[in-house]
Structure formats: structure tokens, C-alpha cells
């Protein structure tokens, strides 16, 4: 006899655990980073895409503190948020990324928020030697001058000599 079954209910519990960051990137502390970087920060569980945004997750440089024009996507297979900042960052500079946490910050699809900001700083390359050394040693050479040696002629009048000179690239 099976007459209790009909008081039986199947009750699923609702998902309250709030996410986390996984693992980002550059490394929290990395320095020499690329200045061509695109910071990411991975979540633990599906993240509701409508709520990563250039206002939940941003970069500045650290002594400055407003968020670079940046833009932000993410990629549910992976759950990886990527920020790919407008323009070059700057050498040898420290900046901070922010993935905004609490009630305005991400939310995993449940609705439940990222406890808390996560920050973390990283450090972008010196520049490189070569690349000053490059940009004001380009000299001038000489392609060609006029006349040449085999036509030398002492009237300057019916053949004048000029240089043409190439470029500094």
C-alpha cells in the first residue's frame, strides 16, 4: 500500500551560492606585462552576461583611478570575462582591474552576486632599448648623386650635381 506517496513532494532547493573568481589574468602582482594586455577574470559558475559591463569590470591606471575606455565581453563556455582597453597601455605603469561585486556588481544566472569587489594590480613592461633606439637613430642615406664619377665635367652649367637622399623610415 503506497497511500503515504500521496502526501509526498519533490521540493528543489534554489542555487544561493554566490560566485567567485576562479583565476584572472595577468596574475595579481605580474609584472613586465604586455602593453597590448586583455585582462580576464574567470568565474566558478554561468555568470548572467547582461551584468558584465565596462561599469563591472574596468582598468585604471593605479595613480589615477578613473577606468580606461575600454570594452568588456564574455564567453559563457568558459565563463571568462575579457576587458580590451581602447588604446596601448603605458609602459612601466601599475594598474588596478575591478570585477564589481554586491548588488550592482556581476551576478551569476541565479541572480546571485559576486560577494564583494575583486581587485587585483599588475604592472605593464619598461620600454624596450630597441624600441627608442629605433625611433631617433633612422639616418638618412645616399642613393644616388649625380654626376657620376665616370662623367665628370668641369661645366656645371649643362649638368649640375645634386644628391637624392632617402628617408628616414
Known amino acids: 500500500d503506497h497511500a503515504d506517496w500521496a502526501l509526498a513532494r519533490v ?47 574596468t582598468l585604471a591606471e593605479q595613480s589615477v583611478g578613473t577606468p580606461l575606455a ?8 568558459t565563463r571568462t570575462a575579457t576587458l580590451t582597453p581602447n588604446a596601448t597601455l603605458k609602459t612601466s605603469t601599475t594598474y588596478v582591474a575591478t570585477v564589481k561585486g554586491g548588488s550592482s556588481g556581476v551576478k551569476d544566472v541565479a541572480g546571485n552576486a559576486l560577494a564583494s569587489d575583486a581587485t587585483w594590480t599588475f604592472t605593464t613592461a619598461a620600454a624596450s632599448r ?7 637613430t ?32
Open 70 to 77: 575600454a570594452s568588456v565581453s564574455y564567453d559563457g563556455g
Open 138 to 169: 633612422r639616418i638618412p642615406s645616399i642613393r644616388t648623386a649625380k654626376p657620376s664619377r665616370r662623367s665628370i665635367s668641369t661645366d656645371t652649367a649643362s649638368t649640375p650635381p645634386y644628391l637624392s637622399m632617402s628617408s628616414p623610415a
Open 11 to 57: 521540493e528543489c532547493g534554489s542555487d544561493t551560492t554566490a560566485p567567485t573568481i576562479s583565476s584572472r589574468t595577468p596574475a595579481a602582482g605580474a609584472t613586465s606585462v604586455s602593453l597590448d594586455v586583455k585582462p580576464t577574470a574567470s568565474f566558478s559558475e554561468a555568470m548572467d552576461s547582461a551584468t558584465i559591463s565596462t561599469s563591472t569590470f
Open 130 to 136: 630597441r624600441a627608442h633606439a629605433r625611433s631617433w
